[in-house]
């Protein structure tokens, strides 16, 4: 039946009704802050109890019924005009019945339907008419139309009959409106599904409510726009798609909740129980790759994460995320550890570096048809994977653009920008894993990171742990390793296509409950640092640093122990438990006194030095080349070209070989510090 034809006048009836039995504080309220407040938030369980066949016309008849609800409002106030007070009312808590974006049919149209997604975009906010004043250019009548979702411009005079229209914009009422773009969740998808996306209508008071990476629950109504046209012709009886949003909410959570049944919740309190389940975690991760125990370790206390939302005194959050780099030769699996992350993570996204344009990685601002030639505010990757675990591929690869927003991301977990006049700050609490390859194709242990790959020390320095995957060549590992590949190969043939992999007795936890088991620890476990815990943290920083006193060298700087604590308390969390016990402080500075031995020894003087990754140099070379700088300001002071072969001699009697002497010269002449005037002789740039 068509609107026009429907009498509303039972439906308001009906409503005024409800409202007057359950909602009417609410509008006294509203009716003394109108306009400062212009909505009416009604729960949909409260109309379904109240009138389940009404609810269910709500669905199926959105714009009646909601058109009804507002003129029940509007006659309900009686302290002001209904012409003045004109709320929305809007419905939230419908049920969305599991649907997904990509769900959203030819079925749904004109339907009120609640989906969950995450803010992709949001363009400026334009000005649509509501209410046009037409007025006739040969008599000079003039009568208002209200523009509703199916207007059609009115042609012909209603005094004259003729066709001498001519809207008047200056008399018109206008409602602000705000497109936006959602997109599914990617805990939602399974598989390697793309990601679909809808097109949300703001109006009035939702506008400029959302932000993208904004985890919101909508509902809207699903409607559809005329056929496209191109370049002067129409694209024919093709329609898009958009939901016009009813309400909005955002979700509190970081990721979405993966429901979880009362049995399940009992298996997975009693799987916590067991005394090896860290263990068998720790198998179940990449359990196709042989060896590589303490990657594997370090990744199952990435997918716990620390204790979330903890604060410092004043408000300064902590973060609880950790964040992981893999460096090492091509051909070691690398890339596998970082797509077996994405199949346990609740929520998680892969990016490889090399394929990261503009600014892919965190966020933009940029032109946009969405917003019709206006700038639009889009979010990255990491935004989009807030709550959840970022694995970055080719990490070394990425655009210097996006590297110099990855310091903020990593350290602050916000993502801010300011481009074309729009100032915004985007929430980005993301765990970044991420995989690099060395400049010269093999890792060379006998040389320092920072020499080794094209990243900056002070994005090193982010990473709380940082692990050279390394192909030795041992016959022993060599002829296990083949053995194993082997093997998993031949059992794969076997298999049927589409069967999945049991697990053997060792690795008894399955990936979906194990899923389910990540989730419920983050979702509700917050484990508190134990006296003890904290006695042995701290007699491992304070030996380090005391160690480091007496060599002259930092082995490890305060940063470090955030991480400390952040590794044990998501060692707690693998258990399940509410206390971090000495246990879990152990496993922390079990992981990272093997780190200190891989990544900060420094191999000339075998000492530990977190130089090497906050640098890029040890303490032994910068040592070194303030030597060298010292002993060429002196003899500058004698000489005005400086023979390099004295330079040498001189810091030979510092205990500095002709070798390191002359590497020194040469990068303090690339750097422009020293130039070459001859063969042999270098002169001082002058300073200032």
Known sequence: MPKEEVDLAPIIEKFQEFFSTRYEVQISELANVYPSKKSLNVDYADLES?????????????????????????????????????????????????????????????????????????ADVVHRVKIALYRCMMCDASFKVPVTKKYTPPQLCESCKRRSLRLEEDESYFVDLQKAEAQELLERLKGGTPAAHIELWLEDDLVNTLTPGDTVEIAGVMRIRPPIKFKGKQQQMT??????????????????????????????????????????????????????DEVKEALVLQTFGGTPEKQLVGGGKIRDDIHILLIGDPGVAKTRFLQSIMVLAPKSIYVSGKSVTGVGLTASAEKDELGDGGWTLKAGALVLASGGIAAVDEFDKIDDNERGAMHEVMESQTVSIAKAGIVAQFKAKTAVLAAANPKLGRFDQNKLPGEQFDIPPSLLSRFDLIFPIIDIMDEEQDSRLADHILQSHKKAAMRKPNEVAPLSEADAIDTTVLRKYISYARKNIRPVISDEAMNKLKDFYVQLRKVGKQQGAVPITPRYIEGLIRMSEASAKVRLSDEVSGEDADRAIKLMNWVLDKIMRDRETGRYDSDIISTGRTKSQVDKINTITGLIRELAKEYDQIEVNKIVEEAKTFNIDEVATRRIIDELATKGEVYRVRHGFIKLVEQG
């Open 239 to 292: 329609y898009t798609r958009f939901l016009d949003v009813l309400h909005c909410k955002r979700m509190q959570r970081d990721f979405e909740e993966i429901e979880t049944s009362k049995e399940e919740e009992m298996q997975i309190r009693e799987l916590s129980r067991d005394p090896q389940v860290f263990d068998k975690i720790k198998r179940s991760v990449a359990p196709a790759i042989s060896g590589h």
């Open 50 to 122: 109240f009138d389940g066949e009404l609810a269910d016309e709500l669905l199926k008849k959105p714009d009646i019924i909601i058109e009804a609800s507002e003129k029940a409002v509007m006659g309900m106030n009686r302290g002001m005009p209904e012409a003045v007070f004109e709320p929305h009312v809007r419905f939230f808590g419908v049920p969305d019945r599991g649907l997904l974006i990509q769900d959203i049919g030819s079925k749904n149209i004109e339907s009120l339907i609640a989906v969950k997604g995450v803010i992709t975009k949001r």
